[in-house]
């Protein structure tokens, strides 16, 4: 057989094909009256059916087939060896022509084989598989250098309060039980552990003790000071403890007996000495009548001391003679000044005041108004002329200002009460302990008045410190430490009058975290004083916590006999707060009376008395903290 070579492949293949199916000697290329594969004519693959292996002549070109026949396509020949319809020569080529799962019609399986034959290996299988539970769960790539790797859950750990399913059982931050807070009534348990972050433990509010076998003011004692119980009246009061083993007590009043001038209520009646008459004496307003009996003792009647005739239908100086020597009585103030008489039958005949004018006249030196005040509203009054209305201070600044034309709207408790003319200003604390000193100063002969008030009422009870004269009655100063929040400057005069009262304003502040006794932080309202321990020096301990710490002193001066409240809420460290009358002494104490590792302590104060409150550290804890006073 004689091929050219081109042909010799397929020659080849065509004698492979032959033999597998035994159709007998092959035609060999010859040349001749048919064609050859050596002719120059265009070869092509027969469109008939499957017919294994055919060389020879059909008076044009030689057919071959291979496989599964897909039809001729000129200039080739096609060549299937897995029969997957894809191969050399054929339509669409085969990347690997052994194997019929492998050809462009292939479907991707995680093997390592391209099986779609578009040169990449096992693509689009990157899908995680997930297993395990909680902090345990975890995934695998869906295959991996052609296989599908095992998913294997991570090792469980501890369960521990952070919202997480730690040990992988299926629950999470289980296991953690509660915590109490508080004594008697105002103790409290909350879980341990609640939305993955350990609660804070807040006790119970205290309440008014009853009789009731609790302890209800959370003091560590049940039904104390409940006082005693009374009945009866004189000689037949009886008095009982209020309160026994968590039951009221019964008061049972004692047996009357006949009265007697003995100074005892002997019938139980409310009277003393009742049922003995009166004795009389004296005449007109000295007439008198004392008791029969007064104290046990017979009474004695003396007629009263005469005095001065007023209009009242009383013969006050006792002479026999009623409303004698009456002066006539005046009424209205300035042009509306008026008199009349001054009694008629025992009362005083109404005073009609004159008209008033519309308006005052500014210069004429007269009460045009009538209302007590010379050439008044000839000036305009100052838009902070109250507490509501104060201007906003700067501290450190300079303040020109002036009262002449403002009213007397606040209560100072100094001087005569400041009832004088005075404006007001505003001013914030930011809590950090700091002592601002303001200074009022007026020119010479203007006596002025400073105070310091808590809120905007601007009264008797929110003044927090006031002073008038400071060395001269024209300067005024004043010294003070106030919690965080917003304070009102009040600019006052020591009497009314509209004379010209000009003044200047000035202030300075300065850090007062002081931690000796001698230079404490001064209380001086309700409210949040915050500061810190941190680089203080350890100079005092408290009887209860461990010493060792850091600590900051401060002092107060009750207003009132009560009871203050003080913790250290909201501080950032273990702390240790205790108070005396003494300085640097420990009459009341508590470690974490307030929770959290704060303190909480209730001060029995007696008005004008002074205390000393301590905050300290645990063990030589310290840091930031928060001072919170209610009741001073």
């Not at 975290?513 to 209380?523: A, G, L």
């Not at 020096?537 to 209860?544: A, E, K, L, R, S």
């Not at 240790?576 to 002494?585: E, I, K």
């Amino acid at each position: 057989m004689r091929c050219s070579t081109p042909a010799r492949a397929i020659c080849s293949r065509v004698l492979l094909v032959s033999s597998f199916l035994s159709l007998g000697v092959l035609a060999g290329c010859a040349s001749g009256g048919g064609d050859t594969l050596e002719d120059s004519g265009p070869n092509r693959l027969d469109s008939g059916p499957r017919d294994g292996a055919v060389i020879g002549s059909d008076g044009g070109d030689t057919g071959v087939v291979v496989g599964p026949d897909a039809g001729d396509v000129d200039g080739g020949v096609c060549i299937d060896e897995d029969g997957d319809g894809f191969g050399v020569g054929c339509a669409s080529p085969d990347c690997d022509d052994t194997d019929p799962n492998v050809s462009p019609a292939g479907t991707e399986a995680c093997n390592g084989v391209d099986d779609d034959c578009d040169t990449m290996t096992d693509e689009g299988l990157d899908t995680p598989v997930f297993c395990g539970t909680g902090a345990c769960r975890t995934s695998v790539p869906t295959c991996s250098g052609g296989m599908t790797p095992t998913c294997t859950p991570l090792p469980p750990g501890t369960e521990t309060c952070n919202g997480i399913d730690d040990n992988c059982d299926g629950s999470t931050d289980e296991g953690f039980g509660g915590t109490t807070c508080g004594i008697g009534e105002c103790s409290r348990t909350v879980a341990a552990c609640s939305g993955g972050t350990p609660p804070m433990c807040v006790p119970g509010m205290p309440t008014t003790e009853v009789c009731n076998g609790l302890d209800d003011d959370c003091n560590t004692l049940t039904d104390d000071a409940l006082g005693s119980v009374t009945c009866g009246r004189g000689a037949c009061f009886r008095t009982v403890a209020a309160c026994t083993g968590g039951v009221p007590a019964t008061c049972v009043p004692g047996t009357p007996s006949a009265e007697s001038c003995n100074g005892i209520d002997d019938n139980c009646d409310g009277v003393v000495d009742d049922g003995f008459g009166s004795l009389s004496c004296g005449t007109g307003a000295c007439s008198r009548s004392v008791a029969a009996c007064t104290g046990g003792t017979p009474g004695s009647c003396v007629p009263g001391s005469p005095s001065g005739e007023t209009c009242n239908g009383i013969d006050d100086n006792c002479n026999g003679a009623v409303d004698d020597g009456i002066a006539t009585q005046a009424c209205g103030i300035g042009v509306c000044a008026r008199t009349a008489a001054g009694c008629s039958g025992g009362s005083v005949p109404a005073c009609t005041p004159g008209a008033p004018a519309a308006s005052e006249t500014c210069g004429n030196g007269l009460d045009d108004n009538c209302n007590g005040s010379v050439d008044e509203g000839c000036c305009t009054a100052p838009t902070n002329s109250t507490c509501a209305t104060a201007t906003p201070y700067s501290i450190g600044s300079t303040i020109a200002g002036d009262n002449s034309c403002s009213g007397s709207a606040s209560m100072s408790t100094c001087g005569s009460g400041g009832p004088g003319n005075d404006v007001a200003y505003s001013f914030t604390a930011t809590g950090a302990p700091t002592r601002y000193t303001f200074t009022m100063t007026g020119p010479v002969g203007y006596d002025t008045i400073l105070s310091i008030m808590s809120s905007s009422a601007c009264t008797t009870a929110e003044s927090m410190v006031c002073n008038d004269d400071f060395g001269t009655v024209n300067v005024s100063q004043l010294t003070v430490d106030p919690p965080q929040g917003t304070f009102y400057i009040v600019a006052d005069s020591y009497s009314t009058g509209s004379s010209p009262r000009t003044f200047t304003l000035t202030s300075s502040s300065a850090a007062v975290n002081h931690d000796t006794c001698t230079t404490p932080v001064v209380i001086s309202a309700n409210g949040r004083y915050t500061g810190t321990t941190a680089g203080r020096v350890d100079n005092y301990n408290g009887t209860c916590g461990l010493g060792g710490s850091a600590d900051v002193v401060y002092s107060l001066v009750a207003r009132t006999t009560g009871t203050l409240t003080i913790d250290t809420i909201g501080s950032g460290f273990d702390t240790v707060l205790y108070a005396s009358t003494t300085c640097g002494t420990s009459t009341i104490c508590d470690d974490d009376g307030g929770g959290s590792l704060t303190s909480r302590i209730s001060l029995p104060v007696v008005a004008g008395s002074t205390y000393y409150i301590i905050v300290d550290g645990y063990n030589g804890a310290s840091g930031a903290y928060v001072l919170n006073v209610v009741g001073y």
